[in-house]
């Protein structure tokens, strides 16, 4: 029964990546359609028109499995020679440089929610 539930609400979410593709058809803005399916349920979150509850278990299992939608890109990479020279170096330095920073931002949100969080429960 989890697993249905998890399944409908990463379909559930898909609903706002379709309509970040309608947006993005309409409106020519140089945003990604993902990124403001994104938006969309943000927004949606923050309006209450959509509850938490109805997307969290679907978001954290995406969350999860994230690394796997990195792999094939990651395994493309070694059928380019060029990775070995000093243009390999560079690339390498500013993929761990941007893969700090990534990760920085993602731990610093993620305590901040997680402290939010905690003050609600001990509200209650």
Same mark, same amino acid.
């Given at each position: 029964? %989890?697993?249905? $539930? =998890? ?5 559930? =979410? ?12 309409? +409106? ?15 927004? /949606?979150?923050?309006? $209450?028109? +959509?509850?938490?509850?109805? @997307? ?7 969350? /999860? ?12 990479? @070694?059928? &380019? %020679?060029? =990775? ?8 390498? +330095?500013?993929? =761990? ?10 731990? *610093?949100? /993620?305590? $901040?929610? &997680?402290?939010?969080?905690? $003050?609600?429960?001990?509200? *209650?």
């Amino acid at each position: 029964m %989890k697993i249905l $539930k =998890i399944i409908l609400q990463i379909l559930f =979410i898909h609903i706002f990546l379709f309509l970040g593709i309608v947006i993005k058809t309409f +409106v020519q803005v140089p945003i990604p359609a993902s990124m403001i399916g994104l938006v969309l349920l943000f927004l /949606a979150l923050m309006l $209450k028109l +959509v509850k938490l509850e109805w @997307v969290e278990q679907g978001g954290k299992w995406l969350l /999860a499995e994230l690394l796997l939608f990195f792999v094939p890109s990651a395994v493309g990479i @070694v059928n &380019y %020679k060029e =990775i070995l020279g000093w243009q390999g170096v560079e690339t390498i +330095v500013l993929i =761990i440089f941007s893969t700090m920073i990534v990760m920085g931002t993602t731990a *610093f949100v /993620a305590e $901040k929610l &997680y402290n939010r969080k905690l $003050k609600r429960s001990d509200a *209650f």
